[in-house]
Every structure is written in structure tokens, then in C-alpha cells.
């Protein structure tokens, strides 16, 4: 059974930094694209960054180009969103999901992928 599991949400001034976490277990997921979207109260769920667990291709949404990076530790089975420069506009639930054999022009689209977390709370005040 596939598990993705969110933590590192929090409260946090403009400007400041989170790193938010996502431990994958039930499964083997080098084939898979790791992401991370987020929803804010009344709006849809957008996208934020995404990557392959396996090789190097990431992949960032406009607004948070240059402010946020995703990583990933294989170890662990653990893929990060490190969250700098945070803005009031940041202020959603971020989710982590996971899907197969993604391409790169689907990496962006929710319904493209299989699995999702819970979501953790990030709050930026102004």
C-alpha cells in the first residue's frame, strides 16, 4: 500500500523559510515523478515542483522559480521542498504526489498523477 506522508508545514513570517517533507513507502519509485502542488482557500490546486526520482530533471513552477527547491534523498525514500523567501501568496496546503512514467509536459497536471498525501499547512503572515 502506497503511503505519502507530508510534515514540515507550519506558521512562518514573510521572508522566512520552510522545508517541508515527504516519506514514500509501499513501493519502489525510480520510475516515478515525485510532486508537490498546493491549494490555497477557493482556489484550485496549482502546481509547484516536481521531480524524477530518477536522474536529474526538476521542474518549478513560474512563481516560485529561484525561491523554492526540490530535492530528494534516496535513502530515505524522502523527496524535499525547501521553501526560501516566502511570501503571504505561499499561504496554502502543499500536497506531495507521485505518479508513473510521467512526461515532462504531464508533470504539471494533477489528475496525471497516481498518488497523493495528506497535505500540510503552510502559513506565511505579513
Known amino acids: 500500500q502506497v503511503q505519502l506522508v507530508e510534515s514540515g508545514g507550519g506558521l512562518v513570517q514573510a521572508g522566512g523559510s520552510l522545508r517541508l517533507s515527504c516519506a514514500a513507502s509501499?513501493?519502489?519509485?525510480?520510475?516515478?515523478?515525485m510532486g508537490w502542488f498546493r491549494q490555497a482557500p477557493g482556489k484550485e490546486r496549482e502546481f509547484v515542483a516536481a521531480l524524477r526520482w530518477s536522474g536529474d530533471s526538476t521542474y518549478y513552477a513560474d512563481s516560485v522559480k529561484g525561491r523554492f527547491t526540490i530535492s530528494r534523498d534516496n535513502a530515505k525514500n524522502t523527496v524535499y521542498l525547501q521553501m526560501n523567501s516566502l511570501k503571504p501568496e505561499d499561504t496554502a496546503v502543499y500536497f506531495c504526489?507521485?505518479?508513473?512514467?510521467?512526461?515532462?509536459?504531464?508533470?504539471?497536471?494533477?489528475?496525471?498523477?497516481?498518488?497523493w498525501g495528506q497535505g500540510t499547512q503552510v502559513t506565511v503572515s505579513s
Open positions: 509501499g513501493r519502489t519509485f525510480s520510475s516515478y515523478v
Open positions: 504526489a507521485a505518479g508513473a512514467y510521467l512526461l515532462s509536459s504531464y508533470v504539471y497536471t494533477d489528475r496525471r498523477y497516481d498518488y
